[in-house]
Nanobody
């Protein structure tokens, strides 16, 4: 069984910073990818940052240079440091985990079969 619990969401002004954290409980030992997804109002869920078991990190273009994902295997956590946030970063943020699959983008939601409940991030001007 795999459980993910997010924390750290809230309201922040444009240009500010926020840090999200996800605690992962994994009794299956099958997780390869962990990542963060975002769903803005009226839009589909999109992958924004992921990290594989081999340490490979992938960012969605709009967050490159602003967001940093980090994984601590000892603590079973994956964090997302959000800097220079923009109004378009508003949305529900989900932590996700999944096994290794061959081919395609690590940001594809289909790779992930375990999801947290999400934490809301609201950016204001």
């Amino acid at each position: 069984q795999v459980q993910l619990v997010e924390s750290g969401g809230g309201s922040v002004q444009s240009g500010g910073s926020l840090r999200l954290s996800c605690v992962i409980t994994d009794s299956t030992n099958s997780i390869y990818y962990v990542g963060w997804f975002r769903q803005a109002p009226g839009k589909e869920r999109e992958g924004i940052a992921t990290v594989g078991e081999n340490g490979r990190i992938t960012y969605e273009e709009s967050v490159k240079g602003r967001f940093t994902i980090s994984r601590d295997k000892a603590k079973n956590t994956v964090d997302l440091q959000m800097d220079s946030v923009e109004l378009e970063d508003t949305g529900m943020y989900y932590c996700a985990a999944g096994p290794y699959t061959f081919g395609g983008s690590p940001l594809a939601a289909r790779r992930y079969n375990y999801w947290g409940r999400g934490t809301q991030v609201t950016v204001s001007s």
